[in-house]
């Protein structure tokens, strides 16, 4: 049998996107156990919440790799290729491995007739991958929701759960206890838990689930403690606490102030992993961890005068997170705002988060399926009088912002990690916009 190309291989996996979201374990857990059950060979980390997984999971690979751990590093989706959603110390899945994966998975679907998804499949490949290249942990970011979320077979017994707000409400319901129900169920029987603290109908779900589960259960703000020890330095410091530990100025990469948030839970999931199994993680190793993680799309600052930066924010609570970080962090005059969001999204309300935000909007529509018809967000805006254009092709809408935008100004880019994916894929294309941009040393902070 001849094998597939790199692009075959991909055409190929993509197909399995027509079959939409279809939550239940019945379909993975047949492709897996056909492939010998690979989420079983390595304990892992499993992150579940609306906003911050991925930088929580960013931070915990980080740390655990710093600490000389060989760690698998699962989220999605993904800014440009599929790859950077399969990773192994930071390295993402090589074509030849890509190939090889699908293929095996490709031949146990067809073989059996397996109607799986192409979460799905993506999920049974880095699961498969990670045991192929014997990792020491993995960190794996919940796809959607988390009950019946494909990830929710992964072996291990520590859960960290991020913020939650509404959000694929479609899928997961209007209530926000019904939403952290969803969330919470991926818990293990016996584990531990790392919160952060909702409501309190939010909280109360989490904590009836765990008690029911035998878990134990440690929010942030009762357990261990965070605190910005700073806002007029370049980067952002933190002090952090639990019953064993204190580290206070523990400098951190990723902007914005919840990123405080997400580098506790990681911070307390990794000690925790490392004492139960009888291993230390240093005071310096910890420092260099947090100081260097990356996560692309994340309040990244492309260039200066004007500030452009994008973030991947998508849905009410995330974009207002980003105001409220960007009206702390940076100093400018105007900010113009180019927005592109998914059809599933709560539009509405993301404008009225952003219209005391942003002085002028420019709507675009990322190339995907569910965009948003800017024509439709352009009528939402009236509601807000927000100044506001349309120009669907997002690299033609970064131009036309560049020539408004005067040296004093910030362009941000967001709306759906689609819309920054775009973005960046033209950024990373513009020779002059090919940047190693360094907070430490460029960033113009307000006050």
């Not at 002028?360 to 995907?368: A, E, G, M, N, S």
């Amino acid at each position: 049998m001849t094998s597939l190309s790199a692009e075959e291989s991909l055409n190929y996996l993509y197909s399995h996107v027509a079959k939409g979201v279809k939550f239940g374990l019945n379909n993975i857990s047949t492709v897996l156990k056909e492939l010998g059950d690979p989420q079983d060979k390595t304990s892992s980390i499993h992150i579940a919440g609306t906003n911050g997984k991925g930088s929580t999971a960013a931070f915990c690979e980080s740390i655990l790799r710093n600490a000389g751990y060989r760690v698998g590093l699962y989220t999605s989706p993904h800014l440009i290729h599929f790859s950077e959603r399969i990773q192994v110390n930071r390295s993402p899945l090589p074509e030849k491995e890509m190939i090889s994966l699908i293929s095996k998975i490709k031949s146990v679907v067809e073989k059996f007739k397996i109607p799986i998804t192409f979460f799905e499949f993506g999920t049974a490949m880095a699961f498969l991958h990670f045991s192929e290249q014997k990792t020491d942990i993995n960190v794996i970011e919940v796809g959607m929701g988390g009950r019946l979320d494909a990830t929710s077979l992964c072996k291990g017994d520590i859960t960290i759960i991020t913020s939650i707000a509404k959000d694929h409400t479609h899928y997961l319901g209007e209530k926000l206890e019904k939403i952290a129900f969803e969330k919470a169920s991926i818990i293990k029987n016996g584990g531990t838990v790392f919160a952060t603290k909702g409501s309190k109908k939010v909280n109360e779900v989490i904590k009836k689930i765990s008690d029911q589960k035998s878990a134990t259960l440690q929010f942030l703000g009762e357990d261990f403690y965070v605190e910005k020890a700073t806002k007029k330095t370049p980067s952002m410091f933190i002090d952090y606490r639990n019953k064993k530990t204190c580290l206070n100025n523990l400098e951190l990469s990723l902007l914005g102030g919840f990123q405080a948030r997400n580098a506790a839970l990681a911070l307390s999931a990794c000690l925790h992993h490392a004492h139960k199994n009888g291993k230390d993680i240093n005071e310096q190793s910890i420092r260099k961890a947090l100081r260097e993680t990356s996560w692309s799309g994340r309040m990244e600052v492309i260039s200066l005068r004007p500030t452009i930066i994008l973030d991947t924010a998508h849905n009410p609570a995330a974009v207002k997170e980003l105001a409220k970080s960007v009206q702390e962090l940076f100093s400018y005059a105007r900010v113009i705002l180019i927005l592109g969001v998914m059809n599933d999204k709560q539009a509405d309300e993301i404008f009225k988060k952003l219209a005391n935000f942003a002085d002028h909007f420019i709507l675009v529509r990322p190339k995907q399926e569910r965009s948003e018809n800017p024509t439709k967000l352009k009528q939402i805006s009236k509601k807000y009088k927000s100044s506001c254009e349309i120009i669907e092709n997002i690299p033609k809408a970064i131009l036309k912002a560049k020539k408004y935008a005067l040296p004093d100004d910030m362009i941000c880019v967001t709306g759906s990690i689609f819309t920054v994916g775009e973005a960046k894929q033209y950024f990373d294309n513009e020779p002059n916009f090919k940047t190693n941009f360094s907070p430490s040393t460029n960033l113009h902070l307000s006050g």
